[in-house]
């Protein structure tokens, strides 16, 4: 199982992306889906995570700029970011918890994507 996140660049302050992160492999589905930004030299910090059924979770930082969505049969999850900051600057890594059926039990695997940078230049 592997994700793949696309959407990251260079924009400024103001500004608008939408990141993608799409999952595949073998699965037999896809719990919490979410998005985790990074700066060098500090924690790894959560932004924004959405339920299977749609229920979202922001940090209070992005609140209101950001929204989180999800399409389950493109098993993908995106990031609607507006009103960028320099401040939100960093490396966006998705994060997905993905149901496997094995012949012994069911799996629960956490995946990460290999992060994308996002770069808001004031």
């Known amino acids: 199982v592997q994700l793949a996140e696309s959407g990251g660049g260079l924009v400024q302050q103001g500004g608008s992306l939408r990141l993608s992160c799409a999952a595949s492999?073998?699965?037999?589905?896809?719990?919490?889906m979410g998005w985790y930004r990074q700066v060098p030299g500090k924690q790894r910090e959560l932004v924004a995570r959405?339920?299977?059924?749609?229920?979202?979770y922001y940090a209070d930082s992005v609140k209101g700029r950001f929204t989180i969505s999800r399409d389950n049969v493109r098993r993908t999850v995106y990031l609607q970011m507006n009103l960028l900051k320099p401040e939100d600057t960093a490396v966006y890594s998705c994060?997905?918890?993905?149901?496997?059926?094995?012949?012994?039990?069911?799996?629960?695997?956490?995946?990460w994507g290999q992060g994308t940078l996002v770069t808001v230049s004031s």
């Open positions: 994060n997905a918890e993905v149901v496997v059926h094995t012949i012994e039990s069911t799996k629960y695997l956490e995946v």
């Open positions: 492999g073998s699965m037999a589905d896809i719990n919490d």
């Open positions: 959405i339920t299977s059924v749609g229920n979202t």
